[in-house]
């Protein structure tokens, strides 16, 4: 007897032991964290198309930049009152733009998970060349933000994770070569998959409009392009010939807008709604009055009034109470990532660098530009009468709209142009604001400080930022014609 219960004894331990590793094995799995290779590339256009916009082209970048260039005024007594006072401690920390530093690398690497999982075959993305194309677009898109506004960067060894921890940094003109190269290789593989439908209702810029991801490409062409004119100047024939190409796809612009019901709020508005950093400058009002501007009423939020640049009680106004564009304080307007207005007028330049007319293209850009805002406040003026009442177009009118037009979401390119103008010697915009020198020393930023994760954790930038002053004498490569 004893014999037959040790025997049923073992069998029931033996039955629990199994259950127990069983029970284990299950509780061992992370099925919260599945493995990268789990999820499909599409579902990662979203966040990378949504990062792009709000982290890297509309967030700190753009709210420390609109009072560089004097777009916007930067007032609240705080970072963005220094800002506005060119306070060195505020521009040249590597803190102020270490968490839109951090942001725009993270989307990288999403961006490059997106190319790896197609390039390397992972079952459930073989064949995507659509979605290939598009990561390739925001890929150059980003990395051409991150050299435009810090020169050289970590480029070819980056994004490599713990098996390079510290890459170098490439120079700016090698950077520039990679994105353009990122960019024919977009274009070429949106020809190979323009009859599929990989990202669906993931894409929310273009719906899946293989064409317009690729226009967005031939304008992004255009644009680096154009970039590098002050120190390559024969590239105004392929400028031009990209933008055209662009504009043959009916290229709408790259926007982040209402899709599918969901809207997204703008982040200048949350921005402008949390922290009332922001004032209308006299910069930016002064050139809509003396063109009677149909946008000037918004700009000023129909105060009429704008305010001096580098003005230290302006300033330090921190309730909220100064008047600022009111398109900020609508939430839901659209965001752009490439306009369709910086398109044509990136034509325009070309066709009146070249000696060509610049006609079409110059009322174009303006006509877009301004409809975008009149439309914001169901305002029927028109938008074409106002364009051609500016006349022949020149580098001087061309640049003052460029320059209005991009007050909106825009300020990055803006900065862009005034160096790479700056560096040519030429000047269309005058800034004002007294602060840009300060005790015979240039306070104006030549590029912006590399991010604080990066000055600590990667010697090689460490020794590039050093006290970061270098931000004030060190031109990037594009703005240094010598």
């Not at 044509?344 to 006609?359: C, G, H, W």
């Amino acid at each position: 007897m004893r014999k037959h219960i040790l025997i049923i004894l073992s069998i029931v331990f033996l039955g629990l032991t199994a259950c127990t590793e069983d029970t284990l094995d299950k509780i061992n799995k992370d099925r919260q964290h599945p493995s990268p290779d789990a999820v499909p590339a599409y579902l990662q256009l979203s966040e990378a198309i949504m990062s792009t916009g709000f982290s890297t082209v509309s967030g700190d970048y753009a709210f420390y930049l609109a009072s560089l260039n004097e777009q916007e005024i930067g007032v609240g007594n705080n970072q963005l009152m220094k800002a506005e006072l060119r306070n060195s401690n505020e521009w040249a920390a590597s803190t102020t733009f270490n968490n839109v530093w951090n942001s725009t690398y993270s989307n990288l690497l999403n961006i490059r998970e997106i190319i790896r999982k197609i390039t390397t075959e992972v079952p459930g993305n073989i064949g995507q060349y659509d979605l290939l194309g598009m990561a390739q677009v925001l890929e150059a898109l980003n990395f051409g933000i991150l050299t435009d506004l810090h020169g050289d960067i970590p480029y070819s060894e980056a994004l490599q994770g713990q098996a390079n921890l510290q890459p170098k940094l490439d120079a700016q003109k090698d950077v520039y070569a990679g994105i353009l190269s990122t960019l024919d290789a977009a274009i070429a593989n949106f020809e190979k998959g323009k009859t599929l439908k990989s990202a669906g209702k993931q894409d929310i810029a273009f719906a899946g409009d293989i064409n317009q991801w690729k226009a967005t490409a031939y304008a992004l062409k255009a644009r680096y392009l154009l970039h590098k004119l002050a120190v390559e100047p024969s590239v105004l024939a392929q400028v031009e010939a990209n933008a055209q190409e662009a504009a043959n796809l009916d290229f709408k612009g790259f926007t982040i807008r209402e899709f599918n019901g969901v809207t997204a709020d703008n982040p200048w508005s949350a921005f402008v709604w949390s922290r009332s950093y922001t004032a209308s400058s006299l910069t930016v009002a002064n050139i809509m009055k003396a063109t009677n501007d149909p946008r000037l009423t918004y700009y000023t939020k129909e105060t009429g009034k704008a305010y001096e640049p580098g003005d230290e009680k302006t300033a330090q106004v921190a309730d909220g109470s100064l008047a600022f564009p009111a398109w900020y304080d609508l939430g839901s307007q659209p965001l752009h990532l490439f306009s369709k207005s910086e398109l044509y007028f990136i034509l325009a330049e070309a066709q009146l660098r070249l000696d060509k007319d610049a006609t079409a293209a110059f009322q174009t850009a303006i006509e877009t530009s301004v409809n975008e805002i009149l439309e914001l406040f169901d305002d029927d003026t028109s938008a074409s009468e106002f364009a051609k009442s500016l006349g022949t177009p020149t580098l001087k009118k061309l640049f003052e709209q460029k320059y209005v037009a991009q007050s909106y979401d825009e300020q990055v390119e803006t900065y862009n142009d005034l160096r790479r103008l700056k560096a040519m010697g030429e000047t269309y915009v005058v800034l004002t604001n007294p602060m840009n020198t300060q005790g015979g020393l240039n306070r104006y930023p030549e590029r912006l400080p590399y991010g604080n994760s990066a000055v600590i954790g990667n010697p090689n930038i460490k020794t590039a930022y050093g006290d970061g002053t270098y931000i004030y004498s060190q031109k990037t490569w594009i703005n240094n014609k010598e």
